[in-house]
Each structure stands twice: as structure tokens, then as C-alpha cells.
């Protein structure tokens, strides 16, 4: 068992309400977390809000409400969408936490005190929605933010600097020399390229340009800039203190990994690992950034139009649980690719893996079980771990694990389906129907016991995108046990009554048009 296990996601900007693209970074967390769960006690999921800056002063100033009025709203929003997605982190931190704060300042003291921060002159061009300035060889032909096509502003100012480039060669050692450091590992080139150009980096703000964050001790004039606020929650969340760090910090840290969009992997794996190194802390195991959610195929943006919130597919859907969408967003792209989001490709994914593979299957095994042994199982049924099922479910079992231990999450998910798929071959193949009228009534029951006890597996497996599907597979296996990792194993499904024709429902209803009204659009 390992020992525990820290996941941290990006804490998402509160100058706007939740949408999928949010929605589908904590996903793919909250799946790792659950998972890593099923493997140990000690798994802590982080996730939290970005709330400082200038973007959040001035949307509050433009609605004629305080900074902190509009942080208190977007965060609830952000809350909800979480409840609602069963999202099971264990701290929800916002940057305008007392302690939080607290700590920020003690860290920007002691890099200060270690040499590393110091106070420069500095033009350069400023990009309001990256929160940083941006160097010219970074814009487009156009001279503008490739992210946020908007031209930056060229801005004069005393600020402390940040000494990155003492940490430039380190860094680089340490990228080349940890394999899993960055996950997929087709991001090492381009930061390590990245890492070649980087120059030192400005960490303030004069209090004239930004008021709306945290001050620096000892110096009235200046605003913490905030990268090296919101990087610190990692740490600040978890009771980090530069004299007395709490016990939990001690067991937590480092983070085994810091779940991350593709837009702000060099934040993560340059900024971050050198603020960490200057405060001679350990590094994070992995970061692993996933790629971006487009829509139909097309960017998300507020001028498109085209945002959806994660609120609205499951309104649009009828879905009273968040599990289809769940399952949709996590296989939505192969690790660190971007994916896609439409109602079709949801409905047909869901129909086809959660309706017709995995529920079917369910459904009419348990009919069969129902019409040929009412619903019981014998203990003469119970098969050993060496048919060709148990061995099946031993080495998804383990690829799973695999997938995991790399992140590759919807790889995992096509595990469980083709698992599924050959629980379902296999069904074909055996025909138990044609067994049960040729009165093979032992070799029928060994079949449906087989089916079954893949199906205890598969609701194992399934759990952590599907928390309740798969409790409602074992309930209907009527089994009593949890969803950890130990609990699969070949034959743990026990003879006795299992269940009545009344009992059995089906676990995923078929997404078909006439449920889906079209709220989403309207
Ligand atoms: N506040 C910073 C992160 C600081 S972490 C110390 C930030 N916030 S954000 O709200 O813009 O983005 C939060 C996370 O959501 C990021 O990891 C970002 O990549 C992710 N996504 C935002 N839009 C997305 C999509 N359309 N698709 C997938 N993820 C996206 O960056």
C-alpha cells in the first residue's frame, strides 16, 4: 500500500463563474484521487480559488461592488459546480484566506532574505489576462498575447524581481533527470527550450496598478504579484510555515502531483520548482498537464458565445447524478491531448459504454440468474481464478493501476470497457440461455456466477467516474463491501440469494433524445 498520496489542482480565477473546461480539470482529478483512495488512506485532494489580481479589480470595479463581494459570489459558484460534479476534495483553499495571506508574506520575506528577490526598474509589456509580462519574441506577427489576442501594454515600474535564472541550469538537471517529473513527456522539449530563454521574473505590482492582492511586509508601495500568491496555496493549504510547519504538512509534502491545464505548465515547472528550491523545500513528483476542452470543435470564449457550464449539460440531460458526465469528460482525450465536448458525441459515448455495454450486461444476467435459479447463487457456481474471465479481470486490474500511475485516465477508462466488451463476448460465446434448455444447470450457474463476479469488478473499477453506478452495481449484486483495491480479487461475489425480478433495474438509462430537453442552448 503506498503511504499517502497529494494531488493539487490549478485554483481557478473567480472572475467568472465555472465551465467545462474548469469543470473537466477537476474531474480528471477527483478520478485520480478516488482512485488513488481504492490503493491507500492517506490520499488528499487540493483544489481552490485564484482570487487576487487585477482582472477581479476591475470586473468589481465595472459592477460597482468590492473586490472581495465578487470573489464571495464567483466562489459559490465555483462550490456548487463541485458539490454537483461529487467532486471529493478534501480543502478547497481561496488565496484571500487570512492564513493563506499569512504565509504568502513570510514567503516573499524569506526569498528576499535568501538573496533571490530584488527591486528593479523595468519596461516591458504587460498582458492583464496572463497576469505577466511578456517578452516580444513570446506575441503573435501582430504583436499580440497568443492566449488572449489583446495587445499587451508597455508599463514602466519599480518591482521586485524574482532571480530565476540562478535556478535555470538546476531546473534543467532536474527535468532531464526525473522521467515521470513531467507528464506526457512530450512537453519536456518545449520547456526545456522554454527554460533556455527565461529571464528573471517580476513577483509585485506597484499598489497604483494593483491594489486588490497581498502587500508586501516592510514595503507599503507594492502588491505581491500574483504567480508567487497563487503558487504558494500548494503549500499554504496544507499548514506550510517557514518556522513551524504543521504535521500534515510534513506528511503531505511533496506533492505527488499537481493536476495542471497545458496553458501554465511553465508557471508550474520552472517558477514553482525555483521558488521551491530557494526555500529548500522538496519538489513536487509530477506535474501533469492535460489539455484543453474545446466546443464542437471550437474554443470556449465568452465573444463566441459558446460557454457551457457543467450545471447546464446535466439540466439539459436530466441527469439527476453526475456520473455520465463524469465518464464523458475523463475519456474525453488521450493523456495531455485536448478534447472535444458535443451533446452527440456524449450520448452516443454513454449509451454505448454505460447503457449498452456495462448496464446491459448487469441487467440481463441478473434476469437470467432471476429465471434459472431464483435468483441465487450455489456454492457449487463459484469458478476459480483460472478461467480466462478471472485472468482477464487480474491483468486489467493491474494495467489500470498502470494507466493511473501514469495518468493516463481515459486509457484507464477504455480498460474497464474492454474488459467489459469481453465479459460480454464471453456471454455470447458460453449462450447460458442454450446451456439452461439443454438443463446444464451446473455449467449455466458457473457462467452467470462468472459474469458476476466480472461485474463486482468492473463496479470496483468503474467507481472512481462513476461513483454511483457502481454503487448501485453492487447493490444490486447485493454486496456489501467498499470500493478499495483489496477487495479485488477472484470469487469474492459469495453463494446465497443475490436477488428478485423486482430488485433489477437498470444502472445507466439511455441518454435518447426524448429524455434531453434543450435547456443548454436556449
Ligand atoms: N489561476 C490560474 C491558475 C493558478 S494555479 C496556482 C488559472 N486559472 S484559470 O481559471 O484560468 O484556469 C484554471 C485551470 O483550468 C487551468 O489549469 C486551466 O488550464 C484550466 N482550463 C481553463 N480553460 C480550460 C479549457 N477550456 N479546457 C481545459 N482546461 C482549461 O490559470
Partial sequence: MQEKFYLTTAIDYVNGAPHIGHAYEKILSDVIIRHKRQLTDNAFMLTGTDEHGIKIQKTAASRGITPKELCDENFSKFEQAWKELEISYDKIIRTTDEQHKKTVKQIFKKLLENGDIYKHSYTGLYCSGCESFLSPKDLTEDGLCPDHLKKPEEITEENYFFKL??????????????KDFIQPSFRVNELLHQLENIEDISVSRTKESVQWGIGVDGDDSQTIYVWIDALSNYITAIGYDIENPTEQFKTLWPADVHVIGKDIIKFHSIYWIAILMSLGLELPKTIFAHGWITIDQSKMSKSIGNVIAPHDVLTAFNLEKPDAFRYYMASAAQIGRDGNYSDEDFKEKVNADLANNIGNLLNRTLNMLVKYFNGEIKSEFITDKSNKIAVMAENTKNQIIEAFNHYEIAEAADLIVSFADAVNKYVTETAPWTLAKEEKMLETGKVL??????????????????PNIAEDILTQL?????????????????????????????????????????KKKG
Fill in 478 to 518: 447485493n454486496e456489501k463491501i467498499d470500493f478499495k483495491y483489496e477487495n479485488l480479487y477472484w470469487g469474492g461475489l459469495k453463494s446465497g440469494k443475490i436477488t428478485e425480478k423486482e430488485k433489477i433495474k437498470p444502472v445507466f438509462l439511455r441518454l435518447d433524445s426524448e429524455f434531453a430537453t434543450d
Fill in 165 to 178: 535564472t540562478k535556478y535555470k541550469d538546476k531546473i534543467a538537471d532536474y527535468i532531464k533527470t526525473h
Fill in 449 to 466: 456466477y462468472t459474469v458476476l463476479e466480472a461485474m463486482r469488478h468492473i463496479a470496483i473499477m468503474l467507481y472512481p467516474y462513476c
